[in-house]
């Protein structure tokens, strides 16, 4: 009796024992995967900025070559990237090739880079015009391991201006870290990141973690709007325009060839808020700047707010265009009943969708 006692003394022992075991080789495994995972984000970062160093050198070379290709002028970049768009997409369009060329322009030296920093790190640095500034920014990003968020914040905030003029530095950097603190809290992570996801090639970069309501919504607006048989003509789904330092995604634009001018939408799947409008004018004038061509009339921008309790439609035009809006956009585009019809009408069906589903299941 007492031999079975202590077996089954020592059987009971062996589980917290194998539990504990268990545990370690999750530590374990979570820490190899963490670190592939990072590598593999780096390998990617050092060969974007590689990449993209290597095409502004070509580029600038290219200009510097006499005045037969000066002549280029303009036209180069432009030429430049309708042929590499089309082969490797839209991480070599116009704008991105502009950055590359003031990418070599302001780091020439290849070897005094830091590859700990990314593209999107060394695209926020092509903001800060003096040599010294950018140089410092650079270093302490690297040194400090700051995201871009955190970068931007820092170049915004004067920070390095501030530290030069200071007295007392010490108060400065404590400031500081504390209001970077919440900037910081998570790792970038590749997949997200939609300026590499360009540059890899990869398709429908932009919004890739929407819900399948805001997704099912936008693709079946989508269609309604071009079976409305009122000029409707699409252009893009989730279309980047950018600013000197960041990127922006329009959930759709089409081109209205009766108006003359481009539509943009923008779905929201909460509460409608002020900076949602103020976005929304933003891209309007953002788009009238960048894509609006000598004989478009002005953008109009429309923000659909998908609630489950209630829908809203806000159409949004540039000041000073309210006149033409209401004289001849009106008569051919949606009206906001209309749209809010179609956005309830649409929510109806997918969430009956979604009961069958979960009815099967």
């Known amino acids: 009796m007492e031999r079975k006692r202590g077996l089954k003394g020592k059987k009971s022992a062996n589980v917290p024992a194998q539990a504990h075991d268990i545990g370690g080789l999750l530590t374990s495994l979570r820490e190899v995967i963490r670190t592939a995972r990072q590598q593999a984000l780096r390998a990617v970062d050092v060969v974007q900025v590689r990449t993209c160093w290597s095409v502004g050198r070509h580029i600038v070379e290219f200009e510097q070559g006499g005045a037969a290709r000066a002549a280029y002028g303009k036209r180069l970049l432009a030429d430049l990237?309708?042929?590499?768009?089309?082969?490797?997409?839209?991480?070599?369009?116009?704008?991105?090739?502009?950055?590359?060329?003031?990418?070599?322009?302001?780091?020439?030296?290849?070897?005094?880079?830091?590859?700990?920093?990314?593209?999107?790190?060394?695209?926020s640095l092509l903001r800060v015009e003096d040599p010294a500034a950018r140089l410092w920014y650079m270093n302490e990003a690297a040194d400090q391991n700051w995201n871009t968020r955190v970068l931007d914040r820092q170049i915004d905030t004067l920070y390095y201006e501030r530290l030069l003029v200071s007295q007392d530095r010490q108060p400065l950097r404590e400031e500081a870290t504390k209001k970077?603190?919440?900037?910081?809290?998570?790792?970038?992570?590749?997949i997200h990141d939609p300026v590499m996801l360009e540059f890899l090639g990869l398709p429908n970069t932009g919004k890739?973690?929407?819900?399948?309501?805001?997704?099912?919504?936008?693709?079946?607006?989508?269609?309604?709007?071009?079976?409305?048989?009122?000029?409707?003509?699409?252009?893009?789904?989730?279309?980047?325009i950018s600013t000197e330092s960041s990127d922006f995604y329009l959930d759709l634009v089409f081109y209205n060839y009766l108006l003359k001018c481009f539509v943009l939408f923008d779905l929201k799947t909460g509460?409608?808020?002020?900076?949602?409008?103020?976005?929304?004018?933003?891209?309007?004038?953002?788009?009238?700047?960048?894509?609006?061509?000598?004989?478009?009339?002005?953008?109009?921008?429309?923000?659909?707010?998908?609630q489950k309790d209630k829908s809203v439609v806000r159409y949004s035009v540039l000041h000073g265009n309210e006149q033409l809006f209401a004289s001849k956009?009106?008569?051919?585009?949606?009206?906001?009943?209309?749209?809010?019809?179609?956005?309830?009408?649409?929510?109806?069906?997918?969430?009956?969708?979604?009961q069958e589903v979960h009815d099967e299941d």
């Open 81 to 123: 990237a309708a042929s590499l768009t089309t082969e490797f997409g839209k991480g070599f369009d116009e704008r991105n090739l502009r950055h590359m060329r003031a990418f070599y322009a302001g780091f020439p030296n290849w070897n005094a880079l830091r590859s700990e920093l990314s593209w999107t790190h060394y695209r």
């Open 271 to 306: 509460k409608l808020t002020h900076q949602d409008i103020g976005q929304m004018d933003m891209y309007v004038r953002m788009y009238d700047d960048l894509r609006r061509g000598p004989d478009d009339n002005p953008t109009v921008g429309i923000i659909l707010c998908a």
């Open 329 to 354: 956009y009106t008569l051919v585009l949606p009206s906001e009943e209309e749209l809010r019809a179609e956005l309830v009408r649409e929510q109806r069906l997918l969430a009956e969708r979604s």
């Open 180 to 190: 970077i603190a919440p900037l910081a809290v998570t790792p970038r992570e590749f």
């Open 208 to 240: 890739l973690l929407e819900s399948t309501l805001e997704d099912a919504l936008i693709g079946n607006l989508q269609s309604f709007l071009l079976e409305l048989g009122k000029g409707f003509a699409f252009v893009a789904r989730q279309q980047r």
